[in-house]
């Protein structure tokens, strides 16, 4: 078994077991995203100039550092700093809801 296919279906073994707040969670990837994540590793793999911060115009906020992990761009947030693309500062109060 290629060692894409074998992360995704450890992951799915993963998340079969999942529980939030005491509920199960059930839900399976069904086959067209399983293709979709397991196509987009494949493109990274086979070209090692492969960019997913270049090719998404991802850009990491706050000093953040992009990088392509299996395929998809991860921003690495600089110290005091969290979010999909390093958007929060952990010492400011986030904006209230709906606002």
Same mark, same amino acid.
């Given at each position: 078994m290629e060692p894409a296919r074998l992360a995704l279906l450890l992951l799915v073994v993963c998340v079969a077991g999942l529980v939030?707040?005491?509920?199960?969670?059930?839900?399976?990837?069904d086959n067209e995203t399983q293709n979709k994540a397991? @196509?987009?590793?494949?493109?990274?793999? *086979?070209?090692?100039g492969y960019d997913a911060c270049k090719i998404g115009n991802v850009k990491c906020l706050n000093g953040g550092t992009?990088?392509?992990?299996?395929g998809s761009p991860?921003?690495?947030?600089?110290y005091g700093y969290?979010? @999909?693309?390093?958007?929060?500062?952990? *010492?400011?109060r986030p904006p209230p809801r709906g606002k």
């Open positions: 939030v707040n005491g509920a199960p969670q059930n839900r399976l990837l397991l @196509s987009k590793r494949s493109d990274a793999d *086979n070209n090692p992009c990088y392509t992990i299996y991860d921003c690495r947030c600089a969290f979010g @999909s693309r390093c958007q929060f500062n952990r *010492n400011q």
